[in-house]
């Protein structure tokens, strides 16, 4: 080839390490290049992963080459490439085997290699992998082959070093957003501020497991604040200085759900245009929560459970597995025992999340810490609205106190801003300071949610005929209305009355309670 034809080869390359491609389709135009500066039948890119060659990219060779993980203790050739420093040219006759025999495109498998030869690709002076070259007529390759293969391989290392780069920034980029996003949220919920005994049980729970590597379930109903005990234990853990990702697990079609979390290849599905890592790859060395993991389909889990104990994945459409290092946080609104017993949620995979089980208190159960969320978001509104001062009148902290909080915190939070809407003034100035009543609330208006809170019960008033009727009548009602609020749970319902579930079971017993036992 004269010097003009390999420039006019060369030059698309160069031209390459400047533009934004698919990792996979830059290496594939970089064989493509290969083929044009030295002829042959079939050439590959090969990635030593450990003890195994990964094909990154073929031309010439059968498309499930890529599936393919070459153990290089198994094909001699591929160890000789890789013990040379230099490109290595096997004569024509070798009696080692070939690994690429059967595999050149659109041939029939009879037909074997008669020439190969190889390079070793380093990246920092270390080895990277190799690119191979296979003819299958006898003296493909001319004599300045090896010269000529030494100096294309400066240029495939530098292929390889701009899309690890690019890949590397991608992967920045994600975690950027991500901790942007992770901000955002933080900002527009409220801390875990709290003064009750629940809340410090719950920052001596966080403290305790924050520093392991241990996978940690996060438990509790909508709107308590899971994300926030999650963004806690990683801000605790060794892996704070690396990104902390979240999945939504209810958020996705279940068609789209293993590609979220192991990502996929091009052409795995119908609009797989390109590569794309998953959660795992990006939290790769951080934290991943995986929020609602009780919708996860029954596929998935399986697959998940496999990343958990082994941490090598597969994205879809590939057979070349990844390795994560990954400290997972589970969380869920679902009683997942309940879930697992009905088939709908896997024991073994059950088992491996709850490692340390953490349960975030609903609202209700933590007293007046009502009041200090809502001076929280009562001061968001203020400064929203340009107000001097927002404050509760006495009857309001009467309504926040008493009302039972079934959206806990999230719901806390809307209720004070719908409130605050109601109590301004149109004609209100900056100046003026708004009061909000329990009228402005609302929070007696829902008939169908229970009036009392169990953490102002001994507050209620007591009425009835007799005082061992009256108790037994709050009791059952008490029991009978938290019992619909955690649908029909009794170790949920034990828990947010605070007592033992054998008791509970034998309270409802006596007070004729259906059903007083099961889950």
């Known amino acids: 080839m004269t010097s003009n034809a390999l420039l006019t080869?060369?030059?698309?390359?160069?031209?390459?390490?400047?533009?934004?491609?698919?990792?996979?389709?830059r290496y594939r135009r970089l064989l493509q290049s290969l083929r044009l500066v030295l002829p042959c039948d079939a050439a590959a890119l090969l990635r030593l992963d450990g003890s195994h060659l990964q094909p990154m990219a073929v031309d010439g060779l059968s498309i499930d080459t890529l599936g393919r993980r070459f153990k290089v203790a198994d094909h001699p050739r591929l160890q000789i490439l890789l013990d040379s420093p230099a490109p290595t040219r096997f004569p024509s006759d070798s009696p080692l085997p070939d690994p690429y025999d059967g595999l050149i495109e659109g041939l029939g498998d009879e037909l074997h290699v008669h020439d190969c030869m190889g390079c070793p690709l380093y990246i920092d002076d270390r080895p990277w992998g190799l690119l191979t070259l296979d003819a299958l007529t006898a003296d493909s390759f001319p004599a300045h082959a090896s010269a000529t293969l030494q100096a294309f391989a400066a240029l495939?290392?530098?292929?390889?070093?701009?899309?690890?780069?690019?890949?590397?920034?991608?992967?920045?980029?994600?975690?950027e957003r991500q901790r942007a996003d992770s901000y955002v949220a933080q900002a527009l919920s409220a801390p875990m501020m709290g003064q009750s005994l629940a809340m410090e049980h719950l920052r001596q729970e966080i403290e305790t497991v924050a520093s392991t590597h241990l996978t940690v379930l996060v438990?509790?109903?909508?709107?308590?604040?899971?994300?926030?005990?999650?963004?806690a234990?990683?801000?605790g853990s060794t892996r704070a200085g690396r990104p902390l990702v979240s999945l939504n697990c209810a958020a996705l079609p279940d068609t789209l759900v293993e590609s979220e979390l192991f990502g996929h290849v091009r052409g795995a599905f119908t609009g797989a245009t390109n590569d794309r890592r998953g959660k795992f790859e990006l939290a790769?060395?951080?934290?991943?929560?995986?929020?609602e993991v009780g919708e996860l389909p029954l596929p998935v889990q399986a697959k998940l459970l496999r990343v958990l104990?082994?941490?090598?994945?597969?994205?879809?459409?590939?057979?070349?597995?990844h390795r994560v290092d990954v400290r997972v946080i589970a969380a869920t609104n679902r009683d997942l025992a309940e879930r697992t017993r009905a088939g709908l949620f896997r024991d073994d995979l059950y088992h491996r999340l709850s490692v340390y089980p953490i349960r975030v208190p609903p609202l209700r159960e933590r007293g007046r810490d009502v009041l200090l969320l809502a001076g929280y978001f009562l001061e968001q509104?203020?400064?929203?609205?340009g107000l001097a001062g927002l404050r509760l009148s006495s009857d309001a902290q009467t309504a926040l106190l008493d009302y039972p909080w079934p959206g806990n915190v999230r719901e806390l939070e809307h209720s004070i801003s719908r409130a605050v809407l109601r109590a301004r003034p149109r004609d209100a100035k900056?100046?003026?300071?708004?009061?909000?009543?329990?009228?402005?609330?609302?929070?007696?208006?829902?008939?169908?949610?229970?009036?009392?809170?169990?953490?102002?019960?001994?507050e209620l008033p007591i009425h009835g005929p007799g005082l061992r009727e009256a108790v037994d009548d709050f009791q059952r009602g008490l029991i009978q209305r938290t019992l619909e609020q955690h649908h029909m749970q009794w170790a949920s319902t034990a828990r947010a009355l605070g007592i033992d579930r054998a008791n509970l079971n034998r309270l409802a017993q006596r007070l004729k309670i259906k059903p007083a036992q099961g889950n």
């Open 309 to 321: 104990q082994s941490g090598q994945l597969q994205r879809v459409g590939s057979d070349r597995e």
């Open 381 to 385: 509104n203020r400064g929203r609205l």
């Open 156 to 175: 495939a290392a530098a292929t390889v070093r701009v899309a690890e780069h690019i890949e590397r920034l991608a992967t920045r980029a994600e975690h």
């Open 233 to 235: 234990l990683h801000r």
């Open 284 to 291: 790769d060395g951080g934290t991943l929560l995986l929020d």
């Open 9 to 25: 080869a060369l030059l698309p390359l160069v031209t390459d390490l400047a533009r934004d491609l698919p990792e996979r389709e």
């Open 430 to 458: 900056p100046a003026s300071v708004v009061t909000l009543t329990g009228q402005t609330l609302g929070l007696a208006a829902s008939e169908s949610m229970p009036q009392a809170n169990p953490a102002r019960a001994c």
């Open 219 to 231: 438990t509790g109903e909508t709107g308590v604040g899971k994300e926030l005990v999650a963004q």
